[in-house]
């Protein structure tokens, strides 16, 4: 819901002071191009396109222009150590690659949000590890606001605030003692 992607049935979805419970459907288009980056489990990359047509595309979606969009990938894929690699197609990456491929396709839009659904989940301990690292540098450099869901309490402790949910609701609310620009959400059932 406060990605755009589903309304609620019942109950007010605030973001930013953006009520997007009443939002048309066309508004919500609008909102996810211009507002919102995708970060996704399994990458959702496109096999037959390279790195930097996978991280132009969303561009092309806001009208951005061919060599703008382009250029524009090319600097997201370079910060994120990928500049040797954006002519490969995601089965010529490992799956950190694709992940920094995903991360920067949500990146080259520009969000004021970035939504991460268990970005590590597909990766083994290293390459999560390297991951995790990645994402504090990230969200430093771009000043992006990031919602992360996932049940990964270790990946859950790089967080400002944690926001348990368990069974379709707030089970806590948890501010961590280190300062980093991110906020993760972690889905766990909780017994009373």
């Not at 496109?46 to 561009?59: F, G, I, K, R, Y």
């Not at 990456?93 to 268990?118: C, H, K, M, N, Y």
């Amino acid at each position: 819901m406060l990605g755009g992607l589903e309304k609620p049935t019942a109950g007010e979805v605030f973001v930013a002071g953006q009520p997007l419970h009443r939002f048309t459907q066309s508004e919500l288009v609008t909102y996810r191009r211009e507002q919102v980056g995708f970060i996704f489990q399994s990458f959702n990359l496109l096999p037959q396109l390279t790195a930097l047509d996978n991280v132009a595309l969303p561009l092309s979606f806001r009208g951005v222009a061919k060599h703008a969009r382009q250029a524009r990938a090319r600097a997201v894929l370079a910060q994120l150590g990928l500049a040797k690699h954006m002519h490969h197609k995601p089965g010529q990456l490992s799956g950190g690659q694709q992940q920094r491929v995903g991360i920067a396709r949500a990146l080259a839009v520009q969000p004021t949000l970035v939504f991460a659904d268990e970005p590590t989940g597909n990766l083994d301990s290293r390459t999560s590890e390297e991951t995790l690292n990645l994402f504090r540098a990230v969200i430093r450099r771009f000043q992006t606001t990031w919602i992360m869901v996932t049940h990964d309490h270790h990946l859950a402790s790089f967080a400002d605030t944690i926001v348990s949910i368990g069974d379709g609701r707030i089970t806590d609310i948890t501010q961590t003692e280190h300062a980093q620009t991110a906020s993760f959400v972690t889905n766990q059932k909780v017994t009373p």
